[in-house]
């Protein structure tokens, strides 16, 4: 399997996008884009910033030697110049991912189940909450009267 870093330079490459063009794209430093294409980080686990990215550069793929080289890299015959932007963008951010050689390996019926970003429900993320740290409990020393209103002997 190809990995990220290769898969990323792939796609700036045909589409001849800079860091600082992807970065403007996905809202983040240039810095980022640029140690993702060298492997030294990763895509990010947020799907949004995965779909992101596919929308990118599916709507920089217009040209047909475009379409030939993503339909050659991702095994797919099916990428024309009539294919719309969201199903290429869907391809794309599977592929990205590492989804589309599971596709299509196990069988190619299952890939839009596999794949389909409308077909998962979006996981739910609870916010961070610290530890609570209980003090000790303390014995209050308290008058004898006030033990009395209490009940206490």
Excluded at 39 to 62: D, E, T, V
Aim: charged content about 20%; proline content about 8%; some cysteine.
């Amino acid at each position: 399997m190809m990995p990220f870093a290769e898969k990323l330079s792939f796609l700036m490459h045909i589409t001849e996008t800079t860091n600082k063009e992807l970065a403007i794209a996905l809202s983040v430093d240039p810095s980022l884009i640029s140690l993702m294409r060298t492997g030294k980080r990763k895509l990010s686990k947020n799907p949004l910033q995965s779909r992101k990215m596919a929308l990118f550069f599916a709507r920089r793929c217009p040209a047909a030697f475009q379409r030939q080289a993503l339909s050659e890299m991702l095994d797919q015959t099916s990428i024309s110049l009539s294919m719309p932007v969201d199903e290429l963008a869907n391809s794309l951010e599977c592929w990205l991912r590492g989804d589309m050689n599971m596709a299509n390996t196990i069988y190619p019926a299952f890939k839009p189940f596999l794949c389909s970003r409308t077909s998962s429900p979006r996981p739910i993320r609870f916010p961070h909450r610290r530890r609570c740290r209980f003090a000790p409990l303390r014995t209050i020393p308290c008058s004898s009267t006030a033990r009395m209103a209490v009940g206490r002997p």
